[in-house]
């Protein structure tokens, strides 16, 4: 045992981690302003879609007859991009997680179109996948040819970290998430040198977000305060019931995936996916369409005004508007709209009992939901714990620990080994 801890691996020298810094904190900042702009367009064509265009023809915005049109075409407009654009826009996003291979330079252009239009028209996905996507592509292809001798390796990871960093406005996010990933795995040196360059290009992609726009996980939602002894059981009961109701989408998804698929074209799949959420829209309301944040905010601003049948009403029309989302081709992520469904479940349970606190009810459905759709450990306990506490000192933390960190990788701990030496 002593001898295993004395010959454990050195960790990596500053003058092997400094390098990495400007590339990471390069691809951070170009990552965040990808997302940025695609959120900024994503929400110009929003407006025109879901305001200009009906009060210019006299239809109420959120009408059944408006959600049946705006969702189908989406669906056609998406289904032609799919169809026509080189790559496909990409692979279908039922197959992807948090993380995908570097596509071709000339697949972008669509995979960001497509993302584009079913943010702006109102299926219930995120922005994630696909500017994950995006983000992974150009930062392997600029890479490569600017600094040729980096490994391959390194691009994808970085823009990851950095798209996540900013998507979740903590850096935090994603060294946990890839720290997650890397469990089981060999690697060279501490856990830190490993995370140092992905932590950076993250807090660089969080810090630029912040900056540039409001973060986007700041929901608003009350303060908690100290915990009281009811909300240990509550929580004990949401997170649970939230992660069933997960589970029951999952277990659905192959089968919903499947009878889309058996459609055999993405001009019948994803029109017909557009038209079915057009009908759940028209079920559950105008909070139940995009991808979920902004209606979260909502939802939570006046949490008495909606009875616990109609909370729970929404959570599940949601659900359902996800697994359609996501089984009939359209290009985005599962997490966001999964945080409305978790919310919708911690208020209804707030709604049924008054003594359980709105915040831990909320942070629980949250975790519960996420833990179910993502198998994220980590970034479900984030996402849930960051909805009631503002990220943005964790940015500047993690902003601070990189230069410290320089300071003390490959120098000796404060531990000796059996025969009197310092371990490194």
Same mark, same amino acid.
């Given at each position: 045992?002593?001898q295993? #801890? @004395?010959?454990q691996t050195?960790? &990596?020298p500053?003058?092997? $981690? %400094?390098?990495?810094?400007?590339p990471a =904190? +390069?691809? /951070?900042?170009?990552?965040?302003?990808?997302?940025?702009?695609?959120?900024?367009?994503?929400?110009?064509?929003?407006?025109?879609?879901?305001?200009?265009?009906?009060d210019?023809?006299?239809?109420?915005?959120?009408?059944?007859?408006?959600?049946?049109?705006?969702?189908?075409?989406?669906?056609?407009?998406?289904?032609l991009?799919?169809?026509?654009?080189?790559?496909?826009a990409g692979?279908?996003?039922?197959?992807?997680?948090? #993380? @995908?291979?570097?596509?071709?330079? &000339?697949?972008l252009?669509? $995979? %960001?179109?497509?993302?584009?239009?079913? =943010? +702006?028209? /109102?299926?219930?996905?995120?922005?994630?996948s696909?500017?994950?996507m995006a983000?992974?592509?150009?930062?392997f292809?600029?890479?490569?040819?600017?600094?040729p001798?980096?490994?391959?390796?390194l691009?994808?990871?970085l823009?990851?970290?950095a798209?996540?960093g900013?998507?979740f406005g903590t850096?935090?996010?994603?060294?946990?998430?890839?720290?997650?990933?890397?469990?089981?795995?060999?690697?060279k040196?501490?856990?830190?040198?490993?995370?140092?360059?992905?932590?950076a290009?993250?807090a660089?992609g969080?810090t630029?977000?912040?900056?540039?726009a409001?973060?986007?996980?700041?929901?608003?939602?009350?303060?908690?305060g100290?915990?009281?002894?009811?909300?240990?059981?509550a929580v004990?009961?949401?997170?649970?019931?939230?992660?069933?109701?997960g589970?029951a989408a999952?277990?659905?998804?192959?089968y919903?995936?499947?009878?889309?698929?058996?459609?055999?074209?993405p001009?019948?799949?994803?029109?017909?996916?557009?038209?079915?959420?057009?009908?759940?829209?028209?079920l559950?309301?105008?909070l139940?369409?995009?991808?979920?944040?902004?209606?979260?905010?909502?939802?939570?601003?006046?949490?008495?005004?909606?009875t616990?049948?109609?909370?729970?009403?929404?959570?599940?029309?949601?659900?359902?508007?996800?697994?359609?989302?996501?089984?009939?081709?359209?290009?985005?992520g599962?997490?966001?709209?999964?945080?409305?469904?978790?919310?919708?479940?911690?208020l209804?349970?707030?709604?049924?009992?008054?003594?359980?606190?709105?915040?831990?009810?909320?942070?629980?459905?949250?975790?519960?939901?996420?833990?179910a759709?993502?198998?994220?450990?980590?970034?479900?306990?984030?996402?849930?714990?960051?909805?009631?506490?503002?990220?943005?000192?964790?940015?500047?933390?993690?902003?601070?620990?990189?230069?410290?960190?320089?300071?003390?990788?490959g120098?000796?701990?404060?531990q000796?080994?059996?025969?009197?030496?310092?371990?490194?």
């Amino acid at each position: 045992m002593a001898q295993d #801890t @004395a010959q454990q691996t050195p960790a &990596a020298p500053a003058r092997a $981690l %400094l390098p990495l810094l400007l590339p990471a =904190l +390069a691809v /951070g900042v170009g990552s965040s302003l990808v997302f940025l702009l695609v959120s900024r367009l994503a929400e110009e064509l929003q407006r025109v879609l879901w305001q200009n265009l009906p009060d210019a023809l006299g239809i109420g915005r959120y009408s059944v007859v408006w959600m049946l049109v705006v969702l189908t075409a989406t669906g056609v407009l998406v289904g032609l991009v799919v169809w026509k654009a080189p790559g496909h826009a990409g692979p279908d996003p039922a197959t992807l997680g948090l #993380t @995908a291979a570097p596509l071709r330079p &000339a697949v972008l252009p669509g $995979l %960001l179109v497509a993302a584009m239009l079913m =943010l +702006a028209g /109102g299926p219930s996905l995120g922005p994630e996948s696909p500017v994950i996507m995006a983000n992974a592509a150009l930062a392997f292809w600029l890479g490569r040819r600017l600094l040729p001798r980096r490994p391959d390796t390194l691009w994808p990871v970085l823009a990851e970290a950095a798209t996540i960093g900013a998507l979740f406005g903590t850096p935090v996010a994603a060294a946990l998430v890839l720290s997650e990933a890397l469990t089981g795995r060999p690697m060279k040196g501490a856990l830190w040198d490993n995370l140092f360059a992905p932590l950076a290009a993250g807090a660089a992609g969080a810090t630029t977000t912040a900056l540039v726009a409001r973060p986007t996980f700041a929901l608003g939602l009350p303060r908690s305060g100290h915990p009281r002894w009811t909300d240990l059981p509550a929580v004990l009961v949401i997170a649970p019931a939230a992660a069933l109701l997960g589970l029951a989408a999952v277990y659905a998804f192959p089968y919903v995936h499947r009878a889309f698929a058996r459609l055999g074209h993405p001009m019948l799949a994803l029109p017909a996916g557009g038209l079915v959420l057009g009908l759940l829209g028209a079920l559950g309301g105008p909070l139940t369409l995009f991808k979920g944040l902004s209606e979260v905010a909502e939802l939570v601003r006046d949490p008495e005004s909606r009875t616990a049948g109609q909370l729970a009403a929404m959570a599940v029309v949601k659900l359902a508007a996800l697994l359609v989302a996501a089984s009939c081709g359209f290009r985005g992520g599962r997490i966001f709209p999964s945080v409305f469904v978790g919310a919708a479940l911690g208020l209804t349970a707030h709604a049924l009992v008054p003594a359980v606190s709105l915040a831990p009810a909320v942070a629980a459905g949250v975790l519960g939901m996420l833990l179910a759709v993502t198998r994220q450990g980590w970034l479900s306990l984030l996402t849930a714990a960051i909805l009631v506490s503002p990220p943005t000192v964790l940015a500047l933390l993690c902003i601070a620990s990189l230069p410290a960190w320089l300071l003390v990788t490959g120098r000796p701990q404060m531990q000796l080994s059996q025969d009197g030496r310092a371990i490194r």
